[in-house]
């Protein structure tokens, strides 16, 4: 469905966004990809990485997406639209509250208004496990973002744009996260690991499943679908274990809108939710709870319903990885330090 197609990717400069990119690009062939990031730096840094010889069909889009006047002319002509774009820093936002609204969700709203308006076919946005039961406000602005999607379906009325969502955890060894945050103290020689709490887990998704995960949305979404991968979880410890199993270990404490363990899927959410495997592959869909007139209602019926009281929760997962996996997955990692 990518052949011939103009897609665009806000946050394109982010981690995800260049992976995604390099994927369409060496994958697919599509008309046009359309980098949107307002960071002309990591733009300059990234043309270096795609130089238009061999990249033709990429293009550069400086703007934000606050700006609903830049994302109109942005979108003109797109057939598809990721939305990655997003600010996400915890402890920042918590501080400066309102520019997490101003990005996460009036952003959100603006991209949701000019694809509709533009003609975009379908726009995936992302969000994070944090949007379930948020305890800190980047994760309020992402549920905001989700039900901002979700409820955009009813707008779209008659014309064919339609608005999904992919929800997943931690990228493993993505900026800024745990994983090399650990290297970069072990280069450095310290063999002294900072750890939260000792009964800390997290999900964990590789860029590639992420990817796919976004591509089985773009083509089988009709609207309204936020949509879960199963993934494994790590134990903290074992991740220290896998890391460094000699080093010390000096628990520091959660942090303020830390959770002990992440959750993907609430009970309440699994009431309207089903389980569906294609190609080996098993996802979870949780489904809106009000129907959209010009979307197709029997496109799910295969999927199983969830049991009552299912929660899809870090510690509760029936897929750990244990240190001797850790390790495997980590040493074939492309770290960013």
């Known amino acids: 469905m990518l052949e011939g197609k103009t897609i665009l990717i806000t946050g394109g400069t982010g981690s995800f966004g260049k992976r995604f990119i390099r994927h369409l690009l060496e994958k697919y062939k599509p008309k046009k990809v359309i980098v949107f990031s307002r960071d002309e730096f990591k733009q300059f840094q990234m043309q270096k990485d795609f ?21 109109y002319r942005a979108f003109y002509g797109v057939d598809y639209v990721i939305h990655a774009a997003a600010l996400k820093q915890v402890p920042i936002l918590e501080y400066n509250p309102i520019e997490a609204v101003k990005t996460n969700i009036i952003g959100a709203q603006n991209i949701i208004e000019a694809s509709l308006d533009c003609g975009v076919k379908k726009v995936v946005a992302l969000s994070t496990d944090k949007a379930v039961n948020p305890v800190n406000l980047y994760g309020a602005t992402k549920l905001a973002m989700e039900k901002l999607f979700v409820s955009a379906n009813a707008y779209a009325g008659a014309r064919e744009t ?161 240190p001797e996996e850790i390790r495997t997955m980590i040493e074939n990692l492309d770290i960013e330090l």
């Open 51 to 71: 130089p238009h010889e061999r990249f033709p069909q990429l293009r550069f889009f400086l703007g934000d997406i606050r700006d609903k006047d830049r994302l």
């Open 162 to 322: 339609s608005f999904s969502v992919v929800r997943y955890g931690n990228v493993v060894g993505s900026r800024g996260s745990v994983i090399p945050f650990f290297k970069r103290l072990l280069k450095e020689g310290k063999r002294e690991l900072p750890i939260t709490d000792e009964r800390m887990t997290r999900f964990w998704i590789t860029f590639e499943d992420a990817i796919n995960l976004v591509l089985f949305a773009l083509e089988n979404s009709t609207g309204g679908e936020v949509f879960v991968p199963y993934i494994p979880s790590m134990r903290i410890m074992d991740l220290a274990k896998a890391m460094c199993p000699e080093c010390k270990l000096r628990f520091i404490g959660i942090r303020p809108g830390e959770k002990l363990h992440e959750t993907l899927i609430s009970e309440d959410e699994a009431r309207h939710t089903i389980r569906i495997e294609v190609d080996g592959k098993r996802y979870f869909v949780i489904l809106p709870e009000f129907s959209f007139e010009t979307k197709s209602k029997g496109r799910w019926e295969e999927g199983k319903l969830l049991p009552e009281g299912f929660v899809y929760r870090s510690d509760k997962n029936d897929w750990i990885l244990s």
